[in-house]
């Protein structure tokens, strides 16, 4: 996320910070330097000039520049404008739950935004907090957008209101509304129809629907890698319909973050959600503060810590801190906390939340290395996982044909694991209290 837009600021940080003592005349040309990456990554070019004004004038100044370390000062500066220009600290108003009937969740946006998707991720977010959902397939332009909805909602065990006869989105709207009220859900998500581009058509079917539904809350979903198109779309959409916040979808392929830099300052509702990767997991609600930190290479560990308790097996983590007690770390559990590492997300992104952790230039993390293991450990018999001892040279190569993998690839794989087990051996070794399990 925003990988491009970090790496080109961290160039220009480095170099600011490498000149000690600095002048306005520094302080302006590493402005202008910040001025061209922020223009490059399709920022609203009112937006950049604004924010760099805000910065100048605070850093611009016989204290700031006399101090010690008056590099760092610039960057906690840029650092506070950019949590300010995302959206400030104040946390964003809570999802309200009336006592009396279902709360409503309307989402609009263009086709190909993401929209249906965005709904079953809401959904689950939802239903994993104890609420009960229900979800509207009311884009009847699509007929593949109902059949992707119900399939998406059997998925995640989440009613789907739906009528492939249905003509009318309003009536339709107004039978899922009167069903989430009489059947006692507490939340109802509704898929509004889209369309490739805005038209008075979408505009005026979906402010109808709006009418009819009157959703708590109106999310504008978005194409978070169109840059200033994004932006353009919120504009064109909140002239028509109260919008209450932003979704910003396909984050993970956003390299550069002009839209979510721009959308707050161009377009006054916040962005509420950022969407990453295709999976009903995949969603996370958006803290201005914590993504202004991964921007400028600071890490997110408040994220993967929600990450983490969200998404990992607190049994199977018991489970094996009880194993390493008794010093009975097998390649089986080896195997299973790769497999729990996984439903963090991507390696790479875990990488970038963790401060002070920075990839090489031109690094990456090859997922493929972890399927390679996965193979390999899923190729042994369970003796040969209980007991990693007896695998011999020909267990070795019987392994490999059987991974699709080389002989050295499983000697790699049993010295990692090896390496794990002395690890955990001195972690847990004479400790009492709790192990740090299911974080290797």
């Known amino acids: 996320m925003f990988e491009e837009l970090s790496d080109r600021l961290a160039g220009v940080f480095r170099k600011l910070l490498g000149r000690g003592r600095l002048n306005e005349q520094d302080v302006r040309e590493t402005l202008r330097e910040i001025r061209r990456v922020l223009l490059e990554a399709d920022v609203n070019l009112d937006v950049a000039k604004s924010f760099l004004r805000a910065v100048e004038e605070r850093a611009v100044g016989a204290d700031l520049l006399s101090s010690v370390t008056p590099g760092q000062q610039i960057i906690k ?22 006592s009396n009937r279902a709360a409503a969740v309307l989402l609009a946006g263009l086709q190909g ?3 249906t998707t965005t709904a079953a991720k809401l959904a689950r977010h939802w239903k994993d907090r104890g609420k009960r959902v229900l979800l509207a397939a009311l884009d009847l332009q699509r007929p593949a957008a109902i059949a ?42 509704a898929d509004t129809a889209g369309r490739l581009h805005v038209d008075e058509e979408l505009m005026t079917e979906v402010a109808k629907v709006h009418a009819a539904l009157d959703p708590h809350e109106t999310l504008l979903v978005l194409d978070g890698m169109t840059g200033q198109d994004a932006v353009s779309i919120a504009e064109a959409f909140t002239k028509r319909l109260p919008v209450s916040g932003f979704v910003l979808t396909k984050m993970d392929g956003d390299a550069r973050g002009g839209a979510a830099l721009s959308l707050r300052a161009v377009c006054g509702a916040p962005i509420r959600y950022l969407g990453i990767g295709e999976k009903v997991e995949g969603i996370e609600p958006f803290h201005p503060d914590r993504l202004a930190s991964r921007i400028l290479g600071m890490g997110d560990v408040l994220t993967l810590v929600e990450r983490a308790q969200e998404r990992l097996d607190v049994g199977k983590a018991e489970a094996l801190e009880r194993k390493l007690r008794k010093d009975r770390f097998t390649l089986e559990d080896f195997l299973g906390q790769l497999q729990e590492m996984k439903k963090l997300g991507p390696l790479e992104e875990i990488v970038k939340m963790l401060p002070g952790v920075k990839l090489p230039a031109g690094a990456q993390v090859d997922e493929r290395d972890l399927k390679r293991t996965e193979a390999i450990i899923q190729s042994m018999t369970r003796e040969e996982r209980e007991r990693p001892a007896v695998i011999n040279g020909s267990r070795r190569k019987r392994i490999a044909r059987g991974s699709g993998t080389t002989v050295q690839d499983v000697n790699r794989v049993l010295r990692q694991f090896e390496q794990t087990q002395t690890m955990l051996k001195r972690f847990g070794g004479g400790r009492r209290g709790k192990l740090p399990t299911g974080r290797f």
């Open 77 to 98: 500066i840029v650092h506070e404008e950019l949590i300010r220009l995302l959206g400030g600290t104040s946390p964003a108003a809570p999802m309200q739950f009336p």
């Open 113 to 115: 935004s993401g929209k």
């Open 148 to 189: 992707q909805l119900e399939v998406l909602g059997r998925s995640i065990g989440v009613p789907v209101h739906l009528d492939r006869e249905a003509k009318d989105a309003v009536a339709l709207a107004k039978a899922a509304r009167a069903r989430a009220d009489r059947e006692g859900f507490d939340l109802l998500i």
